[in-house]
Nanobody, 126 residues
Framework: QVQLRESGGGLVQAGGSLRISCAASGRIVSGFTMSWFRQVAGKEREFVAGIRTRGGTTYYADSVKGRFTISRENGKSTVNLQMNRLNAEDTAVYYC???????????????????WGQGTQVTVSS
């Protein structure tokens, strides 16, 4: 079992920045993949960003490229999502997801992940 604990959500003005974090604990394998998804009420959960902890390759949704940065803290099982130039469309509940052996084509898809966090609310006021 792997537990994921998200933190750092909150309210921010449009154009501002926010960083959210996800700490993984439990039976963590080396070389796992961690990603962030987000969901607005009534809509499907969508992929935001992902990182392969072995090698550090990152992946982003087109809607956040150039504004969001996903990274892993050195030596830790914690992944951060730095969000800059936020706008109202970024308002959502953000979920982190953990998977092992995730193939590249599966990274943007929920079925690629085994464990999920409880979610953290990010609200951008315009």
């Amino acid at each position: 079992q792997v537990q994921l604990r998200e933190s750092g959500g909150g309210l921010v003005q449009a154009g501002g920045s926010l960083r959210i974090s996800c700490a993984a604990s439990g039976r963590i394998v080396s070389g796992f993949t961690m990603s962030w998804f987000r969901q607005v009420a009534g809509k499907e959960r969508e992929f935001v960003a992902g990182i392969r902890t072995r090698g550090g390759t990152t992946y982003y949704a087109d809607s956040v490229k150039g504004r969001f940065t996903i990274s892993r803290e050195n030596g830790k099982s914690t992944v951060n999502l730095q969000m800059n130039r936020l706008n109202a469309e970024d308002t959502a509940v953000y979920y982190c997801a953990y998977g092992s052996g995730v193939i590249t084509s599966s990274i943007p898809h929920q079925f690629g992940y085994t464990y999920w966090g409880q979610g953290t609310q990010v609200t951008v006021s315009s």
